[in-house]
C-alpha cells in the first residue's frame, strides 16, 4: 500500500515478473475481509460479515439467536482440556 503511484506501479510490476496477476482494481473484498476505502482520512475499515454469514449459513445456523454469554462463566480451564 502507498500513497504514491510509481511506488505502486514499481510493486505491481515486480510482481507481474515473477507471477501472473491481474489488476483488480481497488480492493473491497480478500481472503474473507471487506475492505472499506472510501474515507482515506478515517483510515481503512475492515470487516468479516460476509465471512462470517458464509460460514453460518453453510452450517445452517444463520436463523439462531446471539448468546449475552459467548462462554459458560467462571469456567476453569486447564490444559487436559485443550485438544
Same mark, same amino acid.
Given at each position: 500500500?502507498? %500513497?504514491?503511484?510509481? !511506488? ?27 475492505? %472499506?476505502?472510501?474515507?482515506?482520512? !478515517? ?13 453460518? %449459513?453453510?452450517? %445452517? ?12 462463566? !467462571? ?9
Amino acid at each position: 500500500m502507498s %500513497n504514491e503511484i510509481h !511506488n505502486i506501479q514499481k510493486a505491481k510490476d515486480e510482481l507481474a515478473s515473477a507471477f501472473s496477476i491481474t489488476d483488480g482494481g481497488p480492493l473491497h473484498y480478500m481472503l474473507g475481509i471487506e475492505f %472499506n476505502l472510501e474515507s482515506p482520512e !478515517n483510515g481503512i475499515h475492515l470487516c468479516q460479515r460476509k465471512f462470517t454469514e458464509d460460514i453460518l %449459513n453453510k452450517y %445452517n445456523m444463520a436463523d439462531l439467536k446471539p448468546s449475552p454469554i459467548p462462554a459458560i462463566p !467462571n469456567l476453569p480451564l486447564s490444559f487436559d482440556m485443550a485438544p
